[in-house]
């Protein structure tokens, strides 16, 4: 059992930058891994992006180069620094933990435990 609490949302200008954080406490952090997830209102929610133990990590294409996903297991701790935001990256956000797998998956469906959320808002 994990609990997630993420942080550090907020309302920017387009170009801006957030960086959210996610605490995790419970069961051994480092055994899971940890993913950020956004979701839009009317939409539906999608990945942003995954790091595992060892810290290989991936990102949604629409994210790639502008987002950076981090994790500091000695801190329970899962962070996503976000730059050059966009109007289309406004959502509520959201990390989740899963079990660890062979692949990296970015559905929603891999993953057991999620976080309350923390709004993002960028406007142009």
């Known amino acids: 059992q994990v609990n997630l609490v993420e942080s550090g949302g907020g309302s920017v200008q387009a170009g801006g930058s957030l960086r959210l954080s996610c605490v995790g406490t419970g069961d051994v952090w480092s055994n899971y891994i940890v993913a950020w997830f956004r979701q839009a209102p009317g939409k539906e929610r999608e990945g942003v992006a995954v790091?595992?133990?060892?810290?290989?990590?991936i990102y949604a294409d629409s994210v790639k180069g502008r987002f950076t996903i981090s994790r500091d297991n000695a801190k329970n701790t899962l962070y996503l620094q976000m730059n050059s935001l966009k109007p289309d990256d406004t959502a509520m956000y959201y990390c989740a933990a899963g079990a660890r797998k062979w692949w990296l998956p970015l559905t929603p469906n891999q993953y057991n435990y999620w976080g309350q959320g923390t709004q993002v808002t960028v406007s142009s």
């Open positions: 790091i595992d133990t060892d810290a290989r990590k």
